[in-house]
């Protein structure tokens, strides 16, 4: 029978999700670079949940609701008020229908998920840039036990691509679905993650973004 859980209320966690709110500076996560190109990737499992540079599990009891996934580009986080969580920020951001980022600004992307039960689990697994396409793929684990007392829940994930030159560019986001029965540690759910994951029967979901970075605002009268 599924353990119950406490829950602390604090902006952007959410405990008995193994994903903690967090924000990263880009130099701290850790893979191969290589000029426009370089990658990084999940090296072993301890390091599962540690590649985004932000993140926040929304409940479902909180009145908000995702029925499909949605990948934007934002500006940077730095602009977010500082009492605002993520999701209400990657709200504000649809509204701004059309915005920019410059060539100095921090690039980021904002990926929300579909709802889901809060057995199930999210990592990012890699990051890759090859030129001026980005492609990240998450990892989207659902938990195949038997339910018994439940919550639900979406992810938002905040990626931070960091400073590009000017021009034209694509990113891609696909969840890779993939099944466990079984969590590591002591065999419960809270903070614990898949032990035994495989790939799910159903293919994986693609989402795409294109975005524009236009030449930093001279200083010159």
Same mark, same amino acid.
């Given at each position: ?7 602390? $209320? ?5 405990? @008995?999700?193994?994903?903690? &709110?967090?924000? %990263?500076?880009? *130099? =701290?996560? !850790? ?10 990737? $999940? ?5 599962? @949940?540690?590649?985004?540079? &932000?993140?926040? %599990?929304?409940? *479902? =009891?909180? !009145? ?94 905040g990626v931070n691509l960091g400073k590009l030159e000017p021009g034209k560019y694509e990113a891609q986001w696909i969840v890779q679905p993939l099944v466990f029965k079984q969590f590591e540690g002591d065999g419960r759910p809270m903070d614990n993650w898949p032990k035994d994951e495989r790939p799910a029967e159903k293919k994986p979901v693609e989402l795409r973004v294109n ?11």
């Open positions: 029978m599924r353990a119950t859980h406490y829950f602390v $209320v604090a902006l952007l966690i959410v405990a @008995g999700i193994p994903l903690l &709110a967090q924000e %990263n500076k880009p *130099g =701290d996560r !850790g893979g191969a670079t290589e000029g426009n190109s370089w990658t990084r990737a $999940v090296k072993d499992r301890a390091e599962r @949940g540690k590649l985004q540079d &932000a993140i926040q %599990n929304v409940r *479902g =009891d909180s !009145g908000k609701w995702r029925d499909d996934p949605l990948l934007q580009h934002a500006p940077p986080l730095a602009q977010k008020p500082a009492k605002m969580n993520l999701d209400d920020w990657a709200d504000q951001v649809l509204e701004k229908k059309d915005f920019h980022t410059s060539a100095g600004d921090d690039n980021w992307l904002l990926f929300r998920t579909r709802q889901l039960d809060d057995n199930d689990r999210l990592w990012i697994e890699r990051i890759e840039r090859k030129g001026n396409q980005f492609t990240i793929v998450l990892n989207e684990a659902i938990w195949q036990g038997r339910y018994f007392k439940t919550f639900t829940y979406y992810g938002v994930f975005f524009t970075v236009v030449p930093a605002a001279s200083s010159q009268p």
